[in-house]
């Protein structure tokens, strides 16, 4: 069992649509928890940010942290074609240490 | 001008070649990451350097060497390259005081034949 799992993709979803994002995990002392952005043919950038269990708001973007269930999201709300994009989980037990990504969802949003 | 840049952007080459990716950043960051990308398996770490006396081994760092020769330059190195390590290659940097955001070059898509 690889220890960040994600949906690979690919999804495809309108204009307008709330998308969900998910990852789970094994590893109960990752307490620190990201989202990452990757455009085609470009690094990663990161979106969000977050620690331990919660919610986190930034514009169309929460991420969502269940460390009971070991499981992350990530919703997009209003999505537009810009968002078109790979989306990375990623986690780690120590601040700033030793990240384990998952394997990415590939979203396309359409006009 | 980018904040993390990767040289070369491509690069193809054959079994047992000797190849160097290098990674210059601007931003005057301590920290700097060596990550492979596959299909289906994400990222992985291959080194990290929290400055530059310090290197420390990824997940994966079998056949893989690096270097810190300056705050902003850490290159790495297949000494032997093999098919198994073509993959797209990403450089990071953190900054000491807000190592949860890490930044990325554009990635070296490296083809070994």
């Known amino acids: 069992q690889k220890e960040v799992e994600q949906d690979p993709g690919p999804l495809s979803v309108p204009e307008g649509a709330i998308v969900s994002l998910n990852c789970t995990y094994s590893?109960?002392?990752?307490?620190?928890f990201m989202w990452y952005r990757q455009y085609s043919r470009k690094g990663p950038e990161l979106l969000m940010y977050t620690y331990s269990s919660g919610n986190k708001e930034d514009g169309r973007f929460t991420a969502q942290v269940d460390k009971s269930s070991k499981y992350i999201s990530l919703f997009i709300r209003d999505s537009q074609p810009s968002d078109s994009a790979t989306y990375l989980c990623?986690?780690?037990?120590?601040?700033?240490?030793?990240?384990?990504f998952g394997p990415g969802t590939r979203l396309s949003v359409l006009p | 001008d980018a904040d993390v840049t990767q040289t070369p952007r491509n690069r193809i080459t054959k079994t047992g070649k000797r190849i160097m990716l290098e990674c210059s950043q601007t931003?005057?960051?301590?920290?700097m990451y060596w990550y492979r990308q596959d299909p289906g398996l994400g990222l992985r770490l291959i080194y990290y350097s929290f400055d530059v006396k310090d290197i420390n081994k990824g997940e994966i760092s079998d056949g893989y060497s690096v270097s810190r020769q300056a705050q902003a330059k850490f290159s790495l190195s297949l000494e032997s390259a093999i098919p198994n390590q073509t993959a797209l290659y990403f450089c990071?940097?953190?900054?000491?005081?807000?190592?949860?955001?890490?930044?990325f070059g554009p990635g070296t898509r490296l083809t070994v034949l």
């Open positions: 990071a940097t953190s900054d000491r005081g807000s190592t949860d955001t890490q930044y």
């Open positions: 590893n109960s002392a990752f307490q620190y």
């Open positions: 931003k005057g960051h301590d920290r």
């Open positions: 990623a986690m780690s037990e120590n601040y700033g240490q030793n990240f384990v």
